[in-house]
């Protein structure tokens, strides 16, 4: 076969590459996705050549106008590919010099796939991370609404609070809401920290070691908004920390979206009956005509798996590898794109659920005044008698093991004991029980209350760290 001129090394291997090798190499299906990361790449890295006196002002101009050009073409969706375009990398080149001609093929002048796709892809991460925690705070404000409607403070929804999914004491359905805003919260903090350290050009490290010519990585790290540029061109190249951690981000985050849905299964059942949703936002069955399915909830929980499975699969291709690039690593664009991808749908439909849904005030609040939610008051009641918590602990428990075998009310027992009387059985009374959780960060109407401007307060501290990342 005669030298093929349409592949990157035909000199080396005139050849060309065999059909089997470019279907089992090539990552332009995926690898699409970061046109417009590598066209700001080249940008900084045209300039970066005419500052080095490598390309001509007049060169400079001719390829600035050809990625222009191919800007236009990918947002208009009328970019061609050809067959030997085996990575997004490769194909913008090749449309730059077919416009360009000789200056086109200055391009690549200084500069390897390897610091090119590494710096394309910290642009994607950079941005597409954004996005994500820009969803979260829509999903934490709707978590926040939902709280207000049930209100914070005195008059508040409440429900039993479980542990070991039993009941255990009643809370404010605000702070039971707000509690997953919380976690949530730090998810977004989280990605704004992977951000700030994926934000390092590593433009100019070449393949691996650095140039012969005199280019300067800090200006064109600037010009991409980077924090600063590499120091260690071996490093810079084969690092995909950045992935990992962004990966590791949202399957924590996607573990927290599981147990929201988790919870919102068990409530939207007959037997729970905590929660309805909007019909816009539940399933019916093909077969069964009664169903009113969450499998909005559902999805957010099964997600999670695949989100955990992008991490590892990472992780364990990063494992073996020496410095520096290694051809491995293009394995971490898929898990990238496929976790935020997910992970922004996810959150967009359950903000969508939450805020649609209505609860059921009446079933929470009747599950809350199970008398036995309140054993726990009746013996600091005891303690605030003076008596040992163990000790108030064992009478109380005694009197409900009296109440579950006899199947007296535990009010009744309370009032004739002689441990505690009338005044203690008044705090079994329905809708007491919540308003006896009074302690800093408690679940009752106080401190709850107290909480929502915290809240907000760590609401507004996200968006700053936001918008100031926004701002690059
Ligand atoms: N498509 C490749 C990747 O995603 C680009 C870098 C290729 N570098 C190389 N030396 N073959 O990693």
Known sequence: MASDPGHLWHGRLPTGPAEELMAFTASLPFDRHLWHDDITGSRAHVNGLER?????????????????????????????????????????????????????????????????????????????????????????????????????????????GYTHLQRAQPVQLAHHLAAHAWSLLRDADRIHATIERANVSPLGAGALAGTSLPIDPAPTAREMGFRAAFANSLDAVSDRDFVAEALFDIALLGVHLSRIGEEWVLWTTEEFGFARLDDAFSTGSSMLPQKKNADVAELARGKSGRLIGNLTGLLTTLKGLPLAYNRDLQEDKEPLFDSVNQVVLALGALSGMIATAKFDRQRMQAAADDPLTSATDLAEWLVRKGVPFRRAHALVGALVQQCVSTGTPLADLVAASPDFGPQAAALLA???????????????????????????AAVGVARREQEDLRAL
């Open 52 to 160: 080095a006196g490598l390309l001509t002002s007049d060169e400079a101009e001719a390829v600035r106008r050809a990625l222009d050009v191919v800007h236009g073409e990918f947002a208009a969706g009328s970019f061609v590919f050809v067959g030997s375009d085996e990575d997004i990398h490769t194909a913008i080149e090749r449309r730059v010099t077919e416009i360009a001609g000789d200056a086109g093929a200055k391009l690549h002048t200084a500069r390897s796939r390897n610091d090119q796709v590494a710096t394309a892809l910290r642009l994607w991460t950079r941005r597409n991370l954004l996005e994500v925690s820009d969803r979260i705070l829509v999903l934490v404000d709707t978590l926040v609404a939902s709280a207000d409607d049930a209100g914070w403070g005195e008059g508040g929804i409440y429900l039993p």
């Open 430 to 456: 329905p809708g007491v029980g919540v308003s006896m959780r009074t302690s800093p960060g408690g679940a009752g109407p106080g401190p709850s209350l107290g909480q929502r401007e915290k809240l907000l």
